[in-house]
């Protein structure tokens, strides 16, 4: 059936690194692409989100890429900030043909002061 | 305030006690989706509608009823609930599939 792997699992990074956290999807029908964050005892927040028809997307410190042909992409954080700890799924969308969607097992990002 | 509202928060049950979880959204939104969430295995979608009185199964529906007779509502049902399904439930809606999701608070489920 229709997966999404995410990795790593955990990462640590100091603060004003950057963080990179990759998705691979096994569905090609798959179009859209939102990644969200996740606050310890928190609901999930959509954080930036990519169509199929895009190859890139950035705000702000926050970016993600895309490469339909490789099922892939990943989330990019620049500048990281102590508040920006927090566990980020990736998830996988589509819209004909099953209307399901699939998410990652997720990344718990840790950024150290 | 736009809002997807779930109760209760918190709910502790016994095994073939049949319980229900209340969601409804404020946001007009056509699509609605119930995920559990369990350590290591991130949000597994349990079932989705797309509209009014239109539901399919997710990934993981075994054990779970859903019905959506309103627009806003989209109850989830455990008719025999088991120690398995003891778990951290979100509810979530968007305009359609393919959008940014907006998740309820969460419900902390524990079945003994």
């Known amino acids: 059936g229709e997966n999404v792997e995410q990795h790593p699992s955990t990462l640590s990074v100091q603060e004003g690194d950057s963080a990179v956290i990759k998705c691979t999807y096994s569905?090609?029908?798959?179009?859209?692409f939102p990644w969200y964050k996740q606050e310890l005892g928190k609901r999930p927040q959509l954080i930036i989100d990519i169509r199929s028809n895009v190859g890139e997307k950035k705000d702000q410190r926050i970016a993600v890429t895309l490469n339909k042909t490789a099922k892939h992409f990943s989330l990019h954080i620049t500048e990281t900030q102590p508040e920006d700890s927090a566990v980020y799924f990736c998830a996988a969308s589509m819209g004909t043909g099953g209307f399901k969607t699939i998410f990652g097992a997720g990344t718990r990002l840790f950024v150290k002061a | 305030e736009a809002q997807v509202t779930q109760n209760p928060r918190y709910l502790i049950t016994v095994t073939g006690k049949k319980l229900t979880v209340t969601c409804s959204q404020n946001m007009n939104h056509e699509y609605m989706s119930w995920y559990r969430q369990d350590p290591g295995l991130g949000l597994r979608q349990i079932y989705y509608?797309?509209?009014?009185?239109?539901?399919d199964k997710g990934d993981v529906p075994e054990g779970y009823k859903v019905s959506r007779k309103e627009k806003r509502n989209f109850p989830l049902i455990l008719e025999s609930p088991s120690p398995n399904q003891t778990s951290l439930y979100f509810c979530?809606?968007?305009?359609?599939?393919?959008?940014?999701?907006?998740f309820g608070q969460g419900t902390r489920l524990t079945v003994v």
């Open positions: 979530a809606s968007s305009p359609t599939v393919e959008a940014e999701a907006f």
């Open positions: 569905d090609s029908a798959s179009n859209y």
């Open positions: 509608s797309m509209n009014v009185e239109v539901t």
